[in-house]
């Protein structure tokens, strides 16, 4: 009886043993990354009372340095901001106000002051005045001529007191050849022409406030660049540079072509500047 109340207890207390070694058993060290902004935190493997956990400090997050992530855009020309595109066929075959501004609204005029319409003409800016929606001769030349249009319609409009107030609309316009130019490849690959050559110059640059470049830029009729302009910069000489040439550089386009199927000049805008500003 006794024998047996002995061999009992060492099964018991041996199965105490072996059951508090397994819940404290040691956790074993794992390699864990924590991937932020395309920087890798390894995280401190501390232990207390015997067991393991992680630890990613504050101290680590604060040592990140992020990249700049920069956005990249090409887009047509105009000086007068928003504007509607018209080619230049329809735009010289128009006689009137509403064959240039689609769904012009005619109905709310009840008579006319004048119709302005200019244009810059190296470096001058042209206008001519017409009585109402006709087009003037005048005007349909300065058609023939223009890269891109304001029109300034001082017109009349009846109240519902049916009184006469004098109101005026604008119309900026940006004429674009009827097969506009485009980079050989599309415009995705475009894009990555142009981060592949500049996105990692600019970023080594670290500056700490990241203002936005404006370059102008012609397509001429051989698919070259040319009168390539800095409208606005990084501020920086060697950056700046960089972005010139990284135009002058860039592989060939396929040129614009007018309505008689000849190829033609077209102008563009580059942005470069920093997402979310």
Same mark, same amino acid.
């Given at each position: 009886?006794?024998?047996?109340?002995?061999?009992?207890?060492?099964?018991?207390?041996?199965?105490?043993?072996?059951?508090?070694?397994?819940?404290?058993?040691?956790? #074993?060290?794992?390699?864990?990354?924590?991937?932020?902004?395309?920087?890798?935190?390894?995280?401190?493997?501390?232990?207390?009372?015997?067991?393991?956990?992680?630890?990613?400090?504050?101290?680590?997050?604060?040592?990140?340095?992020?990249?700049?992530?920069?956005?990249?855009?090409?887009? !047509?020309?105009?000086?007068? !901001?928003?504007?509607?595109?018209?080619?230049?066929?329809?735009?010289?075959?128009?006689?009137?106000?509403?064959?240039?501004?689609?769904?012009?609204?005619?109905?709310?005029?009840?008579?006319?002051?004048?119709?302005?319409?200019?244009?810059?003409?190296?470096?001058?800016?042209?206008?001519?005045?017409?009585?109402?929606?006709?087009?003037?001769?005048?005007?349909?030349?300065?058609?023939?001529?223009?890269?891109?249009?304001?029109?300034?319609?001082?017109?009349?409009?009846?109240?519902?007191?049916?009184?006469?107030?004098?109101?005026?609309?604008?119309?900026?316009?940006?004429?674009?050849?009827?097969?506009?130019?485009?980079?050989?490849?599309?415009?995705?690959?475009?894009?990555?022409?142009?981060?592949?050559?500049?996105?990692?110059?600019?970023?080594? #640059?670290?500056?700490?406030?990241?203002?936005?470049?404006?370059?102008?830029?012609?397509?001429?009729?051989?698919?070259?660049?040319?009168?390539?302009?800095?409208?606005?910069?990084?501020?920086? #000489?060697?950056?700046?540079?960089?972005?010139?040439?990284?135009?002058?550089?860039?592989?060939?386009?396929?040129?614009?072509?007018?309505?008689?199927?000849?190829?033609? #000049?077209?102008?563009?805008?580059?942005?470069? !500047?920093?997402?979310?500003?």
């Amino acid at each position: 009886m006794q024998t047996r109340s002995l061999i009992f207890s060492i099964l018991i207390a041996t199965i105490g043993i072996i059951t508090f070694a397994f819940i404290n058993k040691p956790i #074993k060290s794992q390699s864990v990354t924590y991937e932020t902004s395309s920087v890798s935190i390894q995280p401190k493997i501390n232990q207390h009372n015997g067991r393991e956990y992680f630890d990613v400090g504050i101290s680590e997050l604060n040592n990140i340095s992020i990249e700049q992530e920069l956005f990249y855009n090409v887009r !047509g020309f105009s000086n007068n !901001g928003f504007f509607r595109p018209i080619t230049q066929q329809k735009l010289i075959q128009a006689e009137s106000i509403s064959d240039v501004i689609e769904n012009y609204p005619s109905s709310w005029i009840k008579d006319y002051n004048s119709v302005v319409v200019s244009t810059t003409l190296k470096g001058t800016e042209v206008s001519v005045t017409g009585v109402d929606a006709t087009l003037t001769k005048e005007q349909k030349e300065l058609f023939k001529n223009a890269s891109d249009i304001l029109i300034n319609v001082h017109y009349q409009k009846e109240n519902y007191n049916n009184e006469i107030q004098n109101r005026q609309m604008n119309f900026s316009l940006i004429i674009t050849p009827e097969k506009q130019a485009e980079f050989i490849g599309g415009y995705d690959k475009m894009i990555d022409y142009l981060k592949e050559n500049s996105m990692m110059k600019i970023q080594a #640059k670290n500056f700490k406030y990241l203002p936005e470049a404006t370059i102008t830029f012609v397509i001429n009729e051989k698919g070259d660049a040319e009168n390539i302009q800095l409208d606005s910069s990084y501020l920086d #000489k060697e950056i700046d540079t960089m972005l010139i040439s990284l135009i002058a550089n860039m592989p060939n386009w396929s040129p614009a072509k007018n309505s008689q199927g000849e190829t033609i #000049k077209q102008k563009f805008v580059l942005d470069i !500047g920093q997402n979310g500003c």
